[in-house]
């Protein structure tokens, strides 16, 4: 089997798992039916390939090939889990493109001198939850058991009970730190967020940094009331201060060149002719840097202060995560252009900074860690809509395992 046929398989088995009917797009909720679905797809992957498979103690899955217990280890891989209504490519492309670089190692014939692991990281989106790349911070120790017992999905089902349900023992969740120090390399390939490389021309880059990103919880107290009998000026309308909120979130993130969304909102009650008592949104904020990213925070939390002080309305902000800028290590990063290079006859390979979170940029803190972007033509993500050709697929996959044979098999 060709690695061509093998990731066309792959993709076509992966393909309906998790998919929503309606929408088109994906609900791969971490510890759930679907999410289970594919973890089963991650396992007979290994098994089809003989590949020694195990399960961590923050539940990610890995397959080796070569020795788990064996130093200087080169990883590959991403995650399965999805956003709510996410897009096929986001995670899934390259956990399929590891198994299928792999395979094209084997077809050439290369020898790994070092353990090769393709893994799948735990909860890397945050959908249910609430906080991204669980399963990576736990390992990395970015995210302690205590933290972790606390986090809470909309049903209030608890992180530790939803493994359990799924079969995973939560007791054993924690930093792994001697899984880690046996690693020598981590290599995440990822659909590319972003039209960077549709307008260069290029179907693969690398990326250079993780911009400085987190989440804050925006909690917006009124007074409950009746829509149709209370006057406009009786009113402590919560709702009116979140929405100016909104609209100061995109104006501060245009004037410093950054990124402010608030993309989810709880309602209570939640009746079409009740005021609300709480309006609870999250703001998700991204910069190129540390000081851009406090100061677009900062004056979007000083102009929800002030609508809410307008209304009569109480506030309070809690920054529920947080992930400061990743540089890439350049040692690795060079390396990794020096080998694309040689594929491109010569051409530079792009190197680009993105503004989306990735494991990677967890595990850089105790692991040399690189990615490589393949080409979106709409660069549209985190949604049906998400794409990429089937063409620079595989160029992905043959660019994958070029570095991976560079840095395992020589």
């Excluded at 249910?128 to 736990?138: D, E």
């Excluded at 904020?285 to 406090?294: F, V």
């Excluded at 809690?318 to 010569?346: I, Y």
């Amino acid at each position: 089997m060709s690695p061509a046929t093998g990731f066309t398989g792959m993709w076509r088995d992966l393909l309906p798992l998790g998919r929503d009917t309606r929408s088109g797009g994906y609900r791969r909720f971490a510890w759930t039916p679907a999410d289970t679905e594919t973890r089963d797809w991650f396992r007979q992957q290994a098994a089809d390939r003989e590949l020694t498979y195990e399960e961590d103690r923050n539940g990610n899955q890995w397959a080796w090939l070569g020795d788990p217990r064996g130093e200087g280890a080169v990883v590959t891989g991403s995650h399965l889990d999805s956003v709510p209504d996410g897009g096929a490519f986001d995670g899934p492309l390259g956990v399929v493109s590891a198994f299928a670089a792999l395979d094209e190692l084997r077809e050439r014939g290369a020898r790994p001198a070092r353990p090769l692991a393709v893994t799948n990281f735990a909860d890397e989106e945050g959908a249910r939850f609430g906080l991204a790349c669980v399963g990576s911070r736990l390992s990395a120790g970015a995210l302690t058991k205590e933290a972790a017992y606390a986090l809470r999905d909309a049903e209030g089902i608890s992180l530790p009970r939803a493994m359990e349900a799924a079969g995973h023992d939560p007791e054993t969740i924690g930093a792994d730190p001697e899984r880690l120090a046996r690693i020598s390399a981590y290599v995440e390939l990822h659909v590319e967020q972003g039209r960077a490389l549709d307008l260069t021309g290029d179907p693969v880059g690398i990326a250079s940094a993780i911009w400085p990103h987190g989440r804050w919880r925006f909690d917006f107290r009124g007074e409950g009331n009746h829509a149709g009998t209370t006057r406009l000026a009786d009113r402590h309308d919560p709702m009116l201060p979140y929405a100016e909120t909104v609209l100061a979130a995109r104006r501060e993130a245009a004037l410093a060149q950054a990124v402010a969304t608030f993309g989810k909102i709880a309602v209570v009650p939640g009746g079409v002719n009740a005021i609300p008592s709480l309006v609870r949104g999250w703001l998700d904020s991204r910069a190129a840097d540390q000081t851009t990213l406090d100061s677009v925070v900062t004056a979007i939390e000083g102009a929800a202060r002030e609508a809410a002080a307008r209304e009569g309305v109480d506030l309070d902000v809690v920054r529920e995560s947080f992930t400061p800028v990743v540089e890439f290590g350049h040692a690795l990063r060079t390396e990794l252009g020096k080998v694309l290079g040689r594929q491109s006859e010569g051409r530079a390979v792009p190197v680009l900074p993105t503004g989306a979170g990735h494991d990677a940029g967890i595990l850089s803190a105790a692991v040399p860690t690189a990615m490589l972007f393949v080409r979106n033509p709409t660069g549209v993500s985190h949604a049906p809509a998400e794409h990429a050709d089937e063409a620079d697929c595989l160029a992905g996959v043959t660019a994958l395992a070029d570095v991976l044979e560079e840095l395992a098999c020589r």
